[in-house]
C-alpha cells in the first residue's frame, strides 16, 4: 500500500552541486508529475510524463531534467543547484489524463541549497 | 485562459463552526474539479471531485462540494469543523493537456 514513495525527504546542497530526486509509484499509474511548492506561490509544474519514456516541460523547467526509464519511477534532476531551487518538491501520479482519478501525492522532499 | 482563484489565503474558524472555503474557476469547457487538503510537512490528498451529475458532491472527512456553472464556482463546505481540518486546502481543475491547473490555496487555522 506504498502509493508513491519519495526520496530523499530532506536534503541540503551547495550551490552548485547536483542531485538526483526518485519517485516511485506502485498503482500503474501512466501519469507521473513533478511540482515544486513555495510559500505564497502552491504549487507549480516543473515536469511531467505521460508514459513510459516520455518527458514533457511544465510551467517551471529551467534548471531541472527529467527521465522516465520505467513506469513507475520518474527521477528529477538538479544539475547545477542554485539557492533559488531551494524549495519542497512533489512528486505526484494519475492513472487518467484530466486527473480523472485523482492524483496520488508523494510526501515530498524538502531541499534546501546554500 | 484558464486559471483557478481561491480568493482567501487564510480562513480562521472557531472549532465546531461551519466553514466555506470559496474556489473560481476559468475554463472552457466542461470542467473537472478538485479539492485537495494539504496537513503540514504531508502531501496532497484528494478530498472530493466533480465530473458530472449531481452539482453536490460529498468527499471523505465530512467535506462537500456544490458545483455552481452560472458562478464558476465549486466552493467547499463542512458544517462542523475540528481542530485536525487545520491544514492548506487547494482546488484544482482537470486541463485536456494532462494537467491540473491548481489554486494558491486557502490556509484554514482553527480557534480552539
Known amino acids: 500500500n506504498a502509493g508513491v514513495t519519495q526520496t530523499p525527504k530532506f536534503r541540503v546542497l551547495k550551490t552548485g552541486q547536483s542531485m538526483t530526486l526518485l519517485c516511485a509509484q506502485d498503482?500503474?499509474?501512466?501519469?507521473m508529475y513533478w511540482y515544486r511548492q513555495d510559500p505564497g506561490m502552491g504549487l507549480r509544474l516543473i515536469h511531467y510524463?505521460?508514459?513510459?519514456?516520455?518527458?514533457a516541460k511544465g510551467e517551471v523547467p529551467d534548471g531541472y531534467n527529467v527521465s522516465r526509464l520505467k513506469k513507475q519511477n520518474f527521477l528529477l534532476g538538479l544539475e547545477s543547484a542554485a539557492p533559488s531551487q531551494t524549495s519542497v518538491y512533489f512528486c505526484?501520479?494519475?492513472?487518467?489524463?484530466?486527473?480523472?482519478?485523482?492524483?496520488?501525492f508523494g510526501s515530498g522532499t524538502r531541499l534546501t541549497v546554500v | 485562459a484558464q486559471s483557478v482563484t481561491q480568493p482567501d489565503i487564510h480562513i480562521t474558524v472557531s472549532e465546531g463552526a461551519s466553514l466555506e472555503l470559496r474556489c473560481n474557476y476559468s475554463y472552457g469547457a466542461t470542467p473537472y474539479l478538485f479539492w485537495y487538503v494539504q496537513s503540514p510537512g504531508q502531501g496532497l490528498q484528494l478530498l472530493l471531485k466533480?465530473?458530472?451529475?449531481d452539482t453536490l458532491v460529498q468527499g471523505i472527512k465530512g467535506f462537500e462540494a456544490e458545483f455552481k456553472r452560472s458562478q464558476s464556482s465549486f466552493n467547499l463546505r463542512k458544517p462542523s469543523v475540528h481542530w485536525s481540518d487545520a491544514a492548506e486546502y487547494f482546488c484544482a481543475v482537470g486541463a485536456s493537456n494532462y494537467q491540473l491547473i491548481w489554486g494558491a490555496g486557502t490556509k484554514l487555522i482553527i480557534k480552539p
Open positions: 498503482m500503474n499509474h501512466e501519469y
Open positions: 505526484a501520479s494519475s492513472g487518467g489524463n484530466r486527473g480523472q482519478a485523482g492524483y496520488t
Open positions: 466533480y465530473f458530472s451529475g
Open positions: 510524463s505521460v508514459g513510459e519514456g516520455t518527458t
